[in-house]
Each structure stands twice: as structure tokens, then as C-alpha cells.
């Protein structure tokens, strides 16, 4: 009985080790888009490639440092060995918060940007006492909902120009 134990825990600490190795190096990121829709994995750097799969936000990832064509090579997608290639305007090292949907209005000396991701291309503005609906958000980024005329535009602005309006029913 103690032989088949320890050789079940060495099977174990093998496996462990092994899989810790794998990500050695690699910095842990958190996919951070629309809650309502998600970030295509691709198996190779380019947009002409079908998706393998996708990952929503709050999803786990390991970036190894590898970028090839603008994406990033990522590993251990959702806690899996798998790897694939994605965009960097959707991950961010800090975890998406919960709790934080709602109404913010827009804080600052200037317009603030709404980018079509992390630090992606401007898509539009945003102005001080603007309110916008927060979808997601994580230390740095927040995926907000702007309001128009005809519809809505979805993007990324940092949340530091962001304060989350008081609710009067408090």
C-alpha cells in the first residue's frame, strides 16, 4: 500500500513540476472585453486564419513573450496546455472586477479617447461629465457603452477617468 502511495504522489509532484516548467517565464494576463461577447484564439498570428476557439472575459491566459504580426503568443488558455495566438487589445494583467456594471460619468480636464481595444486605435471621444455604461473594467481598462443619437458605440477608455455614479436609492 505505501509503495502504490508513493508512487502516486511522485506521478503527481512529476506532473506538477512539469506543468509549472511550462509556464515558467510567462507573465499571467486576464482576458477583459464585452461581457457579451469574446476574443477569438488563433493557431497562427493572422486575421486570414479561422479561430480555433474563444475565450470570454475573465478568462486566465500565459503570455511567453512571442509576437509575431501584431498578436501575441499565449499558453495554459482557461487552466488547459493548450496555446494560440490573440490579439493584445484584449488582455490585460489585471483581473476583471466584479460588481462594477453600472453608470460612470466621465472625469477629467479634456476628452478622453474610447479605443477599439487596450490601447488600440481611437474610435471616437468621450468628455468630462459624459455618462457612459460600464460593461467591464479591470485596474486599468474599462469596456464602456456610449450612448448616440442613432444606437450606441462600444469601446475602451482607462478607468482612471472614470467615477462611478452615486446611486440615489443608497
Known amino acids: 500500500m505505501k509503495k502504490v502511495l508513493v508512487f ?3 506521478v503527481v509532484l512529476l506532473f506538477g513540476i512539469g506543468f509549472a516548467e511550462e509556464y515558467e517565464g510567462c507573465e499571467e494576463y486576464f482576458v477583459i472585453c464585452d ?3 469574446y476574443v477569438n484564439v488563433r493557431e497562427f498570428p493572422t486575421r486570414k486564419q479561422e479561430p480555433r476557439y474563444a475565450l470570454y472575459c475573465g478568462d486566465k491566459v500565459y503570455v511567453d513573450g512571442k509576437v509575431r504580426n501584431g498578436y501575441w503568443h499565449i499558453w495554459g488558455v482557461s487552466g488547459e496546455s493548450d496555446e494560440g495566438w490573440i490579439s493584445p487589445r484584449y488582455i490585460d494583467v489585471w483581473e476583471p472586477m ?3 456594471a453600472g453608470r460612470y460619468v466621465v472625469v477629467g480636464q479634456g476628452r478622453v479617447a474610447l479605443r477599439e481595444g487596450i490601447d488600440g486605435k481611437r474610435i471616437d471621444w468621450v468628455y468630462p461629465g459624459e455618462e457612459v455604461e460600464v460593461l ?3 485596474a486599468k481598462w474599462a469596456v464602456v457603452k456610449k450612448t ?3 444606437g450606441c458605440r462600444k469601446g475602451f477608455v482607462k478607468a482612471e477617468y472614470l467615477e462611478e455614479i452615486a446611486d440615489e436609492k443608497k
Open 98 to 100: 466584479d460588481d462594477v
Open 8 to 10: 502516486l504522489l511522485s
Open 35 to 37: 461581457p457579451d461577447s
Open 136 to 138: 467591464a473594467m479591470s
Open 148 to 150: 448616440l443619437k442613432k
